[in-house]
């Protein structure tokens, strides 16, 4: 995020068939996906500076606006997304965060806003939930039964119930003064259902909050000088990306290995840079490789065309 998950997807139960139906093999999604575009236009409308992804099991993707607001949706078999929510409606003048529930609701971290808001897969709004005035929300993750939301504005953790009837008020779960070392910007956050794992960019440090207890600690972190932070976060089981800013305007996605237990976690592996200027933000999955966000932020607001591409070098 500025400075995104596990993706839920819903699948819709089919009638049962004479015939079944063949998944593909390994080898067919490879070549399906590498002939997939390897970059993607989210937007030609200047000052729209993209900043955070989802891309669905099915292969839609989100791209939100942190310029406009304006959230854009495609395919990641298209090269071109096209509007889904336009920039400033519902109050929405800036975005940051989105991901898909497993009930299939769109949801949008509204940055500056500080709301959070929550649409159906037409894009039709059900709620819009207010933080603190003055929060900066960034990034969010969904347990079984809420969504939990940085505020990189006052660095403390928000909360509201997640049910399939809908999206509770947002409420203070964890505040700064609460966690140590204490933070300066809070960005990407992930779960397992048990911790939550939570980006501090100012000090570079990855916090395991507990989700029972609240407790807090940081990440030991081997390898990479011991530096584990990241705007956008991916977790795939114990495997953690994060999209780090390495300094110097160099941006890459740098893969560790977590313990069971979430107390460490070693680094193995950093992508490729980004390009000059790119200034990449927030990660996805997209089958056997990874796409990120090319903000332009470290030049905002940046050139079009806005795009996405394929993280160089790792998958």
Known sequence: MIRRRTAAAVLLAAPLLLTTAVQPSAAQADQTHHHHPQTYVVSTTPGDTPEGIEVTRNGTIYVTSVGTGAVYRGTVRSPNLKPFLPAGSDGRTSATGVHVDRW????????????LYMYDARGRLLAIRAAQQGSFLNDFTFTSDAVYVTDSAHNQIWRATLTKDGLGQLKPWLT?????PIPYFLNG???DGRALLVGEQGQDVTYRVDLRTKAVRP???????GI????GYLLEGRRLYAVYNAGGGKYVTRLAVLDRDWTKARVIADSMPGATNATPTTVARDG????WVNSQLDVAPGTPPYTVSVVPGLS
């Open 104 to 115: 299939g609701r769109v949801l949008v971290a509204g940055a500056s806003t500080s709301k």
């Open 176 to 180: 700064r003064d609460k966690i140590e």
């Open 189 to 191: 956050i992930v779960t």
């Open 219 to 225: 990440l030991e972190v081997t390898g990479a000088n």
């Open 228 to 231: 584990l932070s990241g705007d």
């Open 288 to 291: 056997n490789r990874l796409l």
